[in-house]
């Protein structure tokens, strides 16, 4: 039988999602769970995605995409964060809402309509998470950033990006003021300076949040492979 074309864009535009922050490759179990998937279904539609040349995979390995493959989710995160952007700006979500949205109209809109939306939007670079949305040819602008928790005490910088996987810690975070371009100073166990007013965040928080810093080795704590660059 063969696998639905959405079902195939859900799983490439995931596989190319897990790696774009951070270096580790992604396992058949981590994408299940992602997927919310039994970890049999996920390994027979990654041996579908091989036999289509989509993805790379030995047994017991990483999934990696393939030159077609990630052409396919790069086509795919674009159509997600353009529907995202074109939510919160013209239609009044807010940006813990858009994700489910986007990715049910994501397989349905037509290039025309999605280019339309492009253009309306001035042909934005970021969603509203910050995470960078593809130019039609597949081009990415990805700032350099940094996790807040890998950053010491006295490291600052303005917020690129926040993960979209908790619509509640979004709320929350919008609520303390904590939003793109937000300029956070480190004061150690969790607390930050944002605009002279203290917060405490919590861990997920911290892991949640990218920060463009300069780039000294003393203002960072962590491993040097959280760095993403341009």
Do not use: C, N
């Not at 892991?207 to 040097?224: K, N, Q, T």
């Amino acid at each position: 039988m063969a696998a639905a074309p959405t079902a195939i864009e859900d799983y490439v535009k995931v596989i190319y999602a897990h790696t774009e922050w951070q270096p580790e490759q992604i396992t058949t179990s981590v994408l299940a769970a992602r997927l919310g998937l039994a970890a049999s279904s996920v390994t027979e539609m990654v041996k579908k995605l091989v036999a289509l040349g989509l993805v790379d995979h030995e047994p017991y390995g990483a999934v990696e995409l393939t030159e077609q493959g990630t052409k396919l989710a790069l086509t795919m995160i674009r159509r997600h964060r353009l529907i995202e952007t074109w939510l919160v700006d013209f239609i009044g979500y807010s940006w813990d809402e858009v994700h489910d949205e986007a990715e049910v109209l994501e397989h349905t809109m037509s290039d025309r309509l999605l280019d339309a939306l492009d253009t309306q939007l001035g042909h934005p670079t970021r969603d509203p998470h910050g995470d960078p949305i593809p130019s039609r040819d597949g081009t990415i602008l990805r700032p350099e950033a940094v996790l807040l928790r890998d950053l010491v005490v006295g490291a600052s910088g303005a917020v690129v990006r926040i993960s979209d996987r908790d619509p509640m810690l979004l709320r929350h975070l919008d609520a303390e003021g904590v939003t793109l371009d937000s300029e956070l100073l480190v004061l150690g166990d969790g607390t930050v300076d944002l605009g002279g007013t203290t917060l405490t965040l919590g861990a997920e928080a911290l892991e949640s949040i990218w920060v463009r810093v300069p780039l000294e080795p003393a203002a960072l704590a962590g491993v040097p492979g959280r760095l993403v660059p341009g």
